[in-house]
């Protein structure tokens, strides 16, 4: 069984740092594109972030570019969002998600339940 | 970027009613489209991929139409359980957007 579980958030301050992980389970992580997307609360989806397999490819929605980091260690069959710089608007929940296929034409088929950031003085 | 937009952002429909969300994407995405059902405090599920293909598992009630720019999602009959928020999402681009929902609720 597919298993996606994120860890990591909880409450920051502006202009703080945390950093997420999302634990995979249930399948050949090495083998899959990864994502983070977020939902701000009562709020829409927004995608965050994708990362291949490999990890030579990333992207980014253009308002966390240069504060997100998203990486993966697939020996530990593990994905993870470093956010810098957090700012109120980031306030969210964040779920990891997985891509059954290259980037284009790719779909999110299983889905974490999700870790709260609250950004907040 | 792509901007998608739902029609209606919600609806109140009966049980047994046929039910019909559209998507409209800024320009042209092939049939890169795939849409989300979200219930309250849950993660969002997969019903149809590449426009039209329903997701295993997903009742065949549920179906997808429309290529280019247009989209539909067709609930055929609808169900109790068929209450929450429907969501449609491109990948046509590699950086990837949703609409912004339609919330259904049952009358």
């Known amino acids: 069984e597919v298993q996606l579980v994120e860890s990591g958030g909880g409450l920051v301050q502006p202009g703080g740092s945390l950093r997420l992980s999302c634990a995979a389970s249930?399948?050949?992580?090495?083998?899959?594109?990864m994502s983070w997307v977020r939902q701000a609360p009562g709020k829409g989806l927004e995608w965050v972030a994708n990362?291949?397999?490999?990890?030579?490819?990333?992207y980014y929605v253009d308002s966390v570019k240069g504060r997100f980091t998203i990486s993966r260690d697939n020996a530990k069959n593990s994905l993870f969002l470093q956010m810098n710089s957090l700012r109120v608007e980031d306030t969210a929940v964040y779920y990891c998600?997985?891509?059954?296929?290259?980037?284009?034409?790719?779909?999110?088929?299983?889905w974490g339940q999700g870790t709260l950031v609250t950004v907040s003085s | 970027d792509i901007q998608m937009t739902q029609s209606p952002s919600s609806l109140s429909a009966s049980v047994g009613d046929r039910v019909t969300i559209t998507c409209r994407a800024s320009?042209?995405?092939?049939?890169?489209l795939n849409w989300y059902q979200q219930k309250p405090g849950k993660a969002p599920k997969l019903l149809i991929y590449?426009?039209?293909s329903l997701q295993s598992g997903v009742p065949s009630r549920f179906s997808g139409s429309g290529s280019g720019t247009d989209f539909t999602l067709t609930i055929s009959s609808l169900q109790p359980e068929d209450f929450g928020t429907y969501y449609c999402?491109?990948?046509?681009?590699?950086?990837?957007?949703f609409g912004q929902g339609t919330k259904l609720e049952i009358k």
């Open positions: 998600a997985r891509l059954p296929t290259p980037v284009t034409g790719a779909n999110f088929d299983y």
């Open positions: 249930g399948f050949t992580f090495s083998s899959y594109w």
């Open positions: 990362i291949k397999q490999d990890g030579s490819e990333k």
């Open positions: 320009q042209r995405i092939s049939s890169h």
């Open positions: 590449a426009a039209s």
């Open positions: 999402q491109q990948s046509y681009s590699t950086l990837y957007t």
